[in-house]
């Protein structure tokens, strides 16, 4: 939903937002350079832990979702890594990274404040010809709705953006119940960014707005079910996932992508 809650950004905060951006981005480039079988996706978080510590920035995955004083239930990594049939949310810990598996890596830095959030999908190994174009899919759906995402436009065209890109490349799942998201003052905010939609439809995009744009996608069922960790999201047909995501500001020159490097 979206509401009174839509936050709108001046140019200095956006520039902040880039700057938490950049370190998602190096977190990202870090992970993915330790990613080989054998790791744990214990050591792919000790790494992104590295890259937030050098930078001063804080996590804004670490104990998220915490219930009451105790933090109880709340998200013990500062990334999430979902492997294989893991869509998203999944925890690092002492899973082994094998040769041929896929591994997506959902990263987040908060830097004075402001948020940034990305995601991207790492073979490990040599991966299939498959699961290499799943991927590929799905980064194509991303940069899709990353183009539709101007002044004057509306959030269906987003939607629509992406789901056309994925079905035109052939039979995908286009995940159900997961969306992207605004995001500033905190790392999720209205309006949810669907990965469907009808073009014309849905809020309209005016400079200042900041979304976290993120398709994810299946070699099979759209449809997911929740592990009794009570996080990890996995495909309920077994099949494998792929998720990409940018954080971007839509500015009245067009698209700005925050999560690129420096």
């Known amino acids: 939903m979206f509401g009174r809650s839509v936050e709108y950004k001046t140019a200095d905060q956006i520039a902040v937002m880039r700057r938490a951006g950049a370190v998602v981005a190096e977190m990202h480039a870090a992970v993915r350079a330790a990613v080989a079988p054998g790791v744990t996706t214990r050591e792919l978080d000790l ?3 590295e890259v937030l510590a050098r930078h001063g920035a804080t996590s804004n995955f670490l ?3 915490a219930r009451g004083a105790s933090g109880e ?3 013990s990594g500062v990334i999430c890594t979902s492997v294989n049939d893991e869509v998203v949310h999944g925890i690092p810990g002492g899973r082994i990274l094998r040769d041929g598996d896929l591994v997506s890596v959902d990263a987040g830095a908060v830097v004075e404040g402001w948020h940034g959030d990305a995601a991207i999908t790492v073979p490990v190994g040599t991966v299939s010809a498959a ?9 194509a759906a991303l940069w899709a709705g990353i183009e539709a995402a101007r002044p004057g436009a509306r959030l269906g065209d987003i939607g629509h953006a992406i789901a056309t890109t994925i079905r035109a490349a052939g039979d995908y799942g286009i995940v159900e119940g997961f969306t992207g998201h605004g995001i500033g003052t905190a790392m999720h905010m209205d309006p949810d960014v669907a990965n469907t939609g009808r073009p014309g439809h849905g809020m309209k995009l005016k400079p200042g707005l ?8 299946s070699r099979g069922s759209p449809y997911t079910q929740i592990l009794e960790d009570d996080w990890t999201a996995v ?4 099949s494998r996932a792929a998720h990409w995501e940018h954080t971007v500001a839509v500015t009245a020159a067009g698209p700005v ?6």
Do not use: N
Not at 210 to 217: F, G, K, L, R, T
Not at 235 to 238: A, E, K, R, S, V
């Open 47 to 49: 790494v992104a832990r």
């Open 63 to 65: 104990g998220y979702g």
């Open 73 to 75: 239930g709340g998200f």
């Open 131 to 139: 699961d290499a174009e799943l991927s590929r899919v799905t980064e």
């Open 210 to 217: 900041v979304i976290a744009i993120e398709p994810m996608v």
């Open 235 to 238: 495909t309920i047909d077994g």
């Open 257 to 262: 992508v925050l999560t690129l490097p420096t």
